[in-house]
């Protein structure tokens, strides 16, 4: 019995030790898995010079205070001075903006100049030269700004393609002033001025290329008061002076091409 036993046993040994190279041939290999590619956040660049086009619309509140005076040869009374009224001057722009900005991180840091031909009109009749006070008819105030121009530096903050910014500087317009009879349109008397002032204002930019921005961008001029000698159209001698307050808001869209680098590839 105990010899029969072992020659099952062993019988048993030899059968699992002939199976067992054909089982390991039998399992499949271990596929290879490749590793997934990095994750890669392209990172827009602000950093270049810039040139580009704009085009919009502005509008200039004015408000006019007149000093003693007699009003010439077609005035019968000597005016006391006083306030003549307000007018809001408003019309389109068109022009240029080119500037230079820097990144770090998200910051971004810029100058910038712009320049636009404006048509900015507007007129208001006096309240102290009325009819009945002079010899022919009232007399009406017109003003009008054809060139605007703003010099600014920029700090803004970028999320990729997306800048947003503010900016601060000056502001320079180019004024012109009339006065006419009321009704009857004809120029007595005239002024113009190159004025200064400070100015503020944001503006928002899109990179829709590495190259190309779009934006829409806003900025207000504190123009202040200045005191302003008027001569007679027909006589050229001093016809009045008028004290005129003004400031200027200006909305544009712009384009621009960016000189600067390419998207960055940021893993």
Known sequence: MKNLVSAAVGLAALSLAALS???????????????????????????????????????????WDTGPFTFGAIAVFVSPGGREGCHNASGGVIGGQAGYRWQSGAWVFGLEAQGDWADLKASNTSLIFLPGLTSVTGATNNTKIDAIGVFTG????????????????????????????????????NASETRWGGAVGAGLDFGITPNVVV???????????????????????????????????????RLSYKFGGPVIAKY
């Open 21 to 63: 190279p054909a089982s390991a041939a039998d399992l499949a290999a271990r596929p290879y898995t490749k590793a997934p590619p990095p994750i890669i956040a392209a990172v827009y660049d602000w950093s270049g010079f810039y040139i580009g086009i704009n085009g919009g619309g502005a509008w200039s509140h004015k408000c």
């Open 154 to 189: 920029q700090v803004g903050y970028a999320w990729n393609n997306v800048l947003f910014y503010v900016k601060g500087g000056g502001m320079v317009v180019n004024d012109k002033y009339q006065g006419t009879f009321t009704g009857l349109g004809t120029v007595f008397d």
């Open 215 to 253: 934006g829409v961008d806003y900025v207000h001029g504190f123009m202040g008061s200045r005191n302003l000698t008027f001569v007679s159209a027909t006589t050229g001698v001093l016809s009045r002076n008028e004290t005129i307050r003004q400031d200027v808001d200006m909305v544009t869209a």
